[in-house]
């Protein structure tokens, strides 16, 4: 059963750079016909959609994050990555990977990491 | 941005009682909707796409309807384990947006 587990810094300085990855058990990152995500949400708040990308690398992103965020597919340690730069805090929220089909039949979430903006 | 409305924001059922979950679109988004179970320290569960769609292994008494801007989901009996938080998603075309979510809470 496809298990996906968030990882990275629960604090992150404003200004500075978040670093998130999302481990895949029981499936391979490489499947071609897989899409790969993350939503975050903020406290109190639904979900936001942040990015998602393709296997063959295309990405797709939130209009109003797109130009602080990339993605990045690592097959060789079936890991997916985000990176969102500049923060403030209104990008403390959790943070979940996704694993989804087009159009999403099936949609895997992983459990969340929360990751807090503050000096 | 195409805002996703969901109502009411707590519903406040018996185990056994019909549930009718509301969702609003701002803009059209033919049947690009799925609706998701969320359970805290559980993953989410999808349970419903194209927005009448049940995802495998999802009980018939969860059924979803609706087209253009308004969608419903229905639990027909509520059972214990079906006391959670539920959101709407759409996705059309690349970009998604989701409910903030209905808490389905026990009387």
């Known amino acids: 059963q496809l298990q996906l587990q968030e990882s990275g810094p629960g604090l992150v300085k404003p200004s500075e750079t978040l670093s998130l990855t999302c481990t895949v058990a029981?499936?391979?990152?490489?499947?071609?016909?897989?899409?790969w995500g993350w939503i975050r949400q903020p406290p109190g708040k639904g979900p936001e959609w942040v990015g998602s990308?393709?296997?063959?690398?295309?990405?797709y992103y939130n209009p109003s994050l797109k130009n602080r965020v990339t993605l990045f597919l690592d097959t060789s340690k079936n890991q997916f990555s985000l990176k969102v730069n500049s923060v403030t805090a209104a990008d403390t929220a959790v943070y979940y990977c996704?694993?989804?089909?087009?159009?999403?039949?099936?949609?895997?979430w992983g459990l969340g990491t929360l990751v807090t903006v503050s000096s | 941005e195409n805002v996703l409305t969901q109502s009411p924001g707590t519903l406040s059922l018996s185990p056994g009682e019909r549930a009718t979950l509301s969702c609003r679109a701002s803009?059209?988004?033919?049947?690009?909707v799925a609706w998701y179970q969320h359970k805290p320290g559980q993953a989410h569960r999808l349970l419903i796409y194209g927005a009448s769609s049940r995802a495998t292994g999802i009980p018939d008494r969860f059924s979803g309807s609706g087209s253009g801007t308004d969608f419903t989901l229905t639990i027909s009996r509520l059972e214990p384990e079906d006391f959670a938080v539920y959101y709407c998603h759409q996705y059309v075309g690349s970009s998604w947006t989701f409910g903030q979510g209905t808490k389905v809470e026990i009387k």
């Open positions: 803009q059209s988004v033919n049947t690009y």
């Open positions: 029981g499936g391979s990152i490489g499947v071609p016909k897989f899409f």
């Open positions: 996704i694993q989804y089909l087009i159009p999403p039949s099936s949609v895997s």
């Open positions: 990308m393709s296997n063959s690398g295309t990405t």
